[in-house]
């Protein structure tokens, strides 16, 4: 038992004087060290499912028949730049109000609503590019 506290006691030590030599070697090179946060850069990447973005105009090619003005939804003009809106809001705020390098979504309508989440909300200063397949998924 008493090696036991023998050994803490001495793990204790070594790790106040570890932390001791890096403050010591930090005051040190601090110049150096700041410089080196500064130029950090970190790739912030995300993946987030906007759960049925549609637009407001029927497509044929598409089941969107519930996303319409006459719908049971209500769905119109408002409520889709109001969730266009939280979506950036939502992206923005994960990395502390930094947008993220690259984002993925999933359930988009169509090119045209990505499009309008990107040029219609303040990520148009980013000037995005998209990469945009539809899927077989009516």
């Known amino acids: ?32 060290r700041s410089f080196e946060r500064k130029n950090e850069q970190a790739l912030r990447i995300a993946f987030y499912n906007v759960e049925n973005l549609f637009d407001t105009i029927n497509d044929p090619n598409t089941n969107d028949e519930e996303f319409l003005p006459t719908s049971d939804r209500k769905w119109n003009g408002y409520r889709y730049h109001e969730k266009l809106d939280h979506i950036y809001k939502t992206l923005t705020a994960l990395g ?27 990520w148009r200063k980013l000037k995005y590019n998209i990469i945009h397949e539809d899927s077989p998924d009516r």
Do not use: H
């Open 1 to 32: 038992m008493i090696y036991r506290w023998i050994l803490f006691s001495v793990c204790v030590v070594i790790a106040q004087w570890v932390n001791a030599q890096d403050s010591a070697v930090y005051s040190g090179n601090e110049k150096l």
């Open 96 to 122: 502390g109000w930094d947008a993220p390098a690259i984002i993925g979504f999933c359930e988009i309508e169509n090119r045209f609503v990505l499009n309008e989440l990107i040029t219609k909300t303040p």
